[in-house]
T-cell receptor, first 115, second 109 residues
Framework: NAGVTQTPKFQVLKTGQSMTLQCAQD?????MYWYRQDPGMGLRLIYY???????DKGEVPNGYNVSRLNKREFSLRLESAAPSQTSVYFC??????????????FGQGTRLTVV | DAKTTQPPSMDCAEGRAANLPCNHS???????VYWYRQIHSQGPQYIIH???NNETNEMASLIITEDRKSSTLILPHATLRDTAVYYC??????????FGPGTRLSVLP
């Protein structure tokens, strides 16, 4: 039981390149999330998916797109990477957005550097 | 914006109890208090959560004041491995987890 798995763990991109960060969960949870964390800061929500087939913007969605491929997988795409997107990206999964009494489980992060 | 206020940093001696405070004076009736921690920029790790009663699990205890405007996370016997950033989060129905800057706890030998 791996929980939440993110790939890749590290990535270096050149400005203008595109890439997709992958996230998969094996807990059969409905809600999935993408956060970014800049040095010395807390996590900020980029996008979330309350259930399969739905996605919504979070606090900092500009420059990103997401796809909830199925219940297990939630990918984050950078179409044209910029140095400001250098960050650590975390994916999380939870039973359901509307559920009050459940916690979120996080992956181990993808460390992205845009040069 | 985060609905909580935490001290930016705290120290604790190894083997002693670490008491991490959190102020959430605007909490509403159906909002839970959650605690997470993050070690060395790893993914945040869930610790504990509660509504109004005190809670305890194998990791920590959560003490919520009667008016629910503040809470304290207690690590009963802190070890060096408890050095981390601790996040206090208030979350209600249909809301997402909003992380503030947290408290950086340093456990000292």
């Amino acid at each position: 039981n791996a929980g939440v798995t993110q790939t890749p763990k590290f990535q270096v991109l050149k400005t203008g390149q595109s890439m997709t960060l992958q996230c998969a969960q094996d807990m059969n949870h409905n809600s999935m999330y993408w956060y970014r964390q800049d040095p010395g800061m807390g996590l900020r929500l980029i996008y979330y998916s309350a259930s399969e087939g739905t996605t919504d913007k979070g606090e900092v969605p500009n420059g990103y797109n997401v796809s909830r491929l199925n219940k297990r997988e939630f990918s984050l795409r950078l179409e044209s990477a910029a140095p400001s997107q250098t960050s650590v990206y975390f994916c999380a999964a939870r039973t359901g957005t509307a559920s009050l009494n459940t916690e979120a489980f996080f992956g181990q992060g993808t460390r992205l550097t845009v040069v | 914006d985060a609905k909580t206020t935490q001290p930016p940093s705290m120290d604790c001696a190894e083997g002693r109890a670490a008491n991490l405070p959190c102020n959430h004076s605007t909490i509403s009736g159906n909002e839970y208090v959650y605690w997470y921690r993050q070690i060395h920029s790893q993914g945040p790790q869930y610790i504990i959560h509660g509504l109004k009663n005190n809670e305890t699990n194998e990791m920590a205890s959560l003490i919520i004041t009667e008016d629910r405007k503040s809470s304290t996370l207690i690590l009963p016997h802190a070890t060096l491995r408890d050095t981390a950033v601790y996040y206090c989060i208030v979350r209600g129905y249909g809301q997402n987890f909003v992380f503030g800057p947290g408290t950086r706890l340093s456990v000292l030998p």
